[in-house]
């Protein structure tokens, strides 16, 4: 079965310290990995996608299949990354989306 | 673009009624949207599958005839929850995917049940 596992329910830094979201899945095929982002009082937005293998807002993953993880990173926490970051897996091919339970990330000056 | 409203955003309702949360997209159209509930403090478990103009394909353990969902158009899909329970009461939340893109979000309906 497809499963999403981010290990940490909470992350606190300091600003411009490094920032590491653990993500790893469990599934035998070729999935789809993805973060999405969800701002206070906003709605879940996507971030980035591994396929795309970009850069947005400073935040990276990179799809290590043989540790079947797709970790974010940041160099430089800034305040305004606050917030749920969850990372999602979709079967190649197929539409539906599989999160993990969720990282709150929390930035403090 | 690409934008995913849902209506209401707030609902209250008494134990036994029903009650139907709206998902349209806006500016674009959706042959998939889907249907996901959310209790607090926790992840988002997808409940359906809504295809345009066909059933919905639930997910293991949830009661299709409790939510029934209709997806009648490209821009609009409907989940009702029928005879509502206080154990319904969660943050449910829709998506709508454009075809070769991704999924986009609603912003959720806040359901509660007396």
């Known amino acids: 079965a497809q499963r999403v596992t981010q290990p940490e329910k909470l992350l606190s830094v300091f600003k411009g310290a490094p920032v590491e979201l653990k993500c790893n899945y469990s599934y035998s095929g070729s999935p789809e990995l993805f973060w999405y982002v969800q701002y206070s009082r906003q709605r879940l937005q996507l971030l980035l996608r591994h396929i795309s293998r970009e850069s947005i807002k400073g935040f990276t993953a990179d799809l290590n299949k043989g540790e079947t993880s797709f970790h974010l990173k940041k160099p430089f926490a800034q305040e305004e990354d606050s917030a749920m970051y969850y990372c999602a897996l979709r079967n190649t091919g197929f539409q539906k989306l599989v999160f993990g339970t969720g990282t709150r990330l929390l930035v403090s000056p | 673009g690409a934008v995913v409203s849902q209506h209401p955003s707030r609902v209250i309702c008494k134990s036994g009624t029903s009650v139907k949360i709206e998902c349209r997209s806006l500016?674009?159209?959706?042959?998939?949207m889907f249907w996901y509930r959310q209790f607090p403090k926790q992840s988002l478990m997808l409940m359906a599958t809504?295809?345009?103009?066909?059933?919905?394909?639930?997910e293991q353990g949830v009661e299709k005839d409790k939510f029934l969902i209709n997806h009648a158009s490209l821009t609009l899909s409907t989940l009702t929850v029928t005879s509502a329970h206080p154990e319904d009461s969660s943050f449910y939340i829709c998506s709508a995917e454009r075809t070769g893109y991704e999924q986009y979000f609603g912003p959720g309906t806040r359901l509660t049940v007396t």
């Open positions: 809504s295809n345009e103009g066909s059933k919905a394909t639930y």
């Open positions: 500016d674009f159209q959706a042959t998939t």
